[in-house]
Nanobody
Framework: QVQLVESGGGLVQAGGSLRLSCAAS????????KGWFRQVPGKEHEFVAA????????YYADSVKGRFTISRDNAKNTVYLQMNSLKPEDTAVYYC????????????????WGQGTQVSVSS
C-alpha cells in the first residue's frame, strides 16, 4: 500500500515560483514511476510531469516544458515539482500519483493518488 501526501501549494504572483513535494509511505515507493497531474473545476485531470523510479527519464506536458522540473529522492521517499515562471493558467489543484499500469499521460493508468494541493497564480 502506498500513501501520498502533497505539500507546498499556495498563492503566488505570475512569474513566481513554487516547489511542490509529495511524501510517500510504502516499501515499494522507490520502484514506482511517479507523476503529477492537475485539475481545475469542471475539467478533467491534466498530465503535468512524470519521472521513472531511477530518475533517469522525465516526461512533461508541452504546457509546462522548460518551466517545471520533476525530481525525486528515493532515500527520502519524496518526489518534487519545481515550478518556475508560473502563469495564471497554471492555477489548479495539483495531485501526486504513483504506479502507472499503462500510459503515463492518462489519469486512469495511475494506481495511487494524493489528496492534492492548491496552486493559485495571480496576474
Amino acid at each position: 500500500q502506498v500513501q501520498l501526501v502533497e505539500s507546498g501549494g499556495g498563492l503566488v504572483q505570475a512569474g513566481g515560483s513554487l516547489r511542490l513535494s509529495c511524501a510517500a509511505s510504502g516499501r515499494t515507493f522507490s520502484t514506482y514511476t511517479k507523476g503529477w497531474f492537475r485539475q481545475v473545476p469542471g475539467k478533467e485531470h491534466e498530465f503535468v510531469a512524470a519521472i521513472t523510479w531511477t530518475g533517469g527519464r522525465t516526461y512533461y506536458a508541452d504546457s509546462v516544458k522548460g518551466r517545471f522540473t520533476i525530481s525525486r529522492d528515493n532515500a527520502k521517499n519524496t518526489v518534487y515539482l519545481q515550478m518556475n515562471s508560473l502563469k495564471p493558467e497554471d492555477t489548479a489543484v495539483y495531485y501526486c500519483a504513483a504506479g502507472p499500469s499503462g500510459s503515463i499521460y492518462q489519469y486512469g493508468s495511475w494506481g495511487h493518488w494524493g489528496q492534492g494541493t492548491q496552486v493559485s497564480v495571480s496576474s
